[in-house]
């Protein structure tokens, strides 16, 4: 399978998602917690470059082996924080719309919220959004791992 584009990005989409990088970063989320749920989410929306480039991303920010394999099951770890499951919750529920799940419940915000402040929590969620976002452009455009990242 190829990709599909092989052109120069426009330079005001480029800028605007620089911005809203930086508008995640500024947040003050856990870099770590930010590169568990795009892998988490990229892995449900099957999007190769996105888990690769987060594994490669998450062990740059200090992430082990051992808990980049067990993200897909993190549920059956003990390798994860209660506050790192609400996000992984979190990010599994805010991706799985599509596949008639109930979405983001009020137990699943309860439990984020009781560990991440109102500023992480957006950064969380445009985070998560993000990561869906170019899960989709990578799918549409037969994005292969590790040929642009």
Partial sequence: ???RMNR???QDVTTAVQHLY???HAGGADARVLELVHLR???I???SPC???GVASAKKSGETDERLHSVVAWRETPF???AERAALALAEAATRIQDGAPGVTDEIWDAAAAHFDEDQLSSIILHIALTNFFNRINHTVRE???KTW
């Fill in 80 to 82: 994860f924080t209660d």
């Fill in 8 to 10: 120069t990005p426009n």
């Fill in 41 to 43: 989410a990229s892995q």
């Fill in 144 to 146: 292969q791992a590790g």
């Fill in 22 to 24: 930086k508008a995640v």
């Fill in 1 to 3: 399978m190829q990709a």
């Fill in 51 to 53: 888990v690769y480039a």
């Fill in 45 to 47: 929306n099957g999007c």
